[in-house]
């Protein structure tokens, strides 16, 4: 029984209500049920959680919502109804769901994710929090229209991870063992240019880019879009792993999007911006770029 004593060392070390909760709910979906449950993250919205999943680490701190509660915040601000959003690398919904409530029966939000069994779960969820303003594209943004790529896979607890490149990973629970791809997938690519010529969008209001380390790539197909200034708001991930593993460095998406006239700003706590960087020696943080004049 001793999966039974270290629940119970588990949920005496988590004093929080929040936080027992979240304790609780991982006992019963890995030990007694042992069968997927239905959680809801911060914003109320419901997602599907395997078994296999560290349910607790993924509700707050992981994609359900805590880790990234500061950008949650941000497009509470931000987004308003009738809007266009672009969630580019969307997971399994957690930000879509979000951009899908804020801009309302009149916007629209595009939700980009190559990855097919996550693909399977995004639509799931969608369809489980009854969201009718979103288009889901099962492709990769990329500065090549219409080629090919090859997308790293890892195991689903950390579908997250997917990546075009190859980065060191480590397991979370035991910090000194590498972890690895399961498989590969041949993905089709776009260039969000091509896809909003080919749709008439002529503005893109918020541009969220998650793409473990591609960041730079998705930016590349966008040429048009930032010489014009028409994405109002991007959202960017630095992931020092994942941008290794591209073979890249970070300041280059800095400098790529300074060429274009943009600025990039870190977040306060509070969801504000703070003053402008051009670069950044963080090993993980999001960043929102706006055009100079704004």
């Known amino acids: 029984m001793r999966w039974l004593v270290d629940s119970q060392r588990s949920f005496l070390k988590h004093r929080e209500r929040k936080h027992l909760a979240a304790a609780f ?3 019963l979906a890995r030990k007694v049920l042992r069968t997927p449950i239905v959680v809801r993250d911060r914003n109320g919205f419901q997602y599907i959680v395997h078994p296999e999943e560290p349910l607790f680490s993924l ?7 805590r880790s990234e509660a500061v950008e949650q915040d941000f497009c ?34 595009f939700s980009f994710e190559p990855c097919g069994s996550t693909m399977r779960r995004l639509k799931t969820h969608i369809a489980l929090n ?3 303003n979103v288009t889901t594209e099962q492709t990769a943004a990329h500065h090549h229209h219409g080629s090919d790529v090859t997308l790293n896979v890892f195991p689903s607890e950390y579908s997250a991870w997917n ?5 060191k990973m480590f397991h979370r629970d035991r910090p000194h063992e590498t972890l690895q791809p399961v498989g590969q997938e041949s993905v089709s690519t776009v260039a969000i240019d091509r896809f909003c010529q080919d749709r008439s969008i002529q ?3 918020y541009l969220k880019v998650d793409v473990e380390g591609a960041e730079l790539e998705v930016l590349m197909g966008c040429t048009d879009l930032l010489k014009q200034r028409a994405i109002k708001i991007i959202q960017f991930e630095i992931s ?13 998406v800095f400098k790529h999007l300074r060429s274009y006239g943009y600025t990039c700003h870190p977040m306060a706590e509070d969801g504000h911006l703070l003053p402008p960087v051009t670069a950044t020696t963080t090993f993980f943080a999001n960043f929102i770029a706006t055009p100079a004049t704004l």
């Open 240 to 252: 020092r792993p994942m941008i290794q593993g591209m073979g890249r460095d970070s300041d280059e």
């Open 203 to 205: 503005q893109i209001d």
């Open 163 to 167: 990546t075009l490149g190859h980065p």
């Open 59 to 65: 509700f707050y701190h992981g994609y359900l919502g």
């Open 130 to 132: 009854d969201v009718k």
């Open 25 to 27: 709910k991982t006992f």
């Open 76 to 109: 509470k601000k931000v987004l308003k109804p009738g809007m266009t959003v672009l969630d580019v690398g969307a997971n399994i919904g957690q930000f879509t769901l979000l951009f899908a409530s804020l801009v309302g029966p009149s916007g629209r939000v």
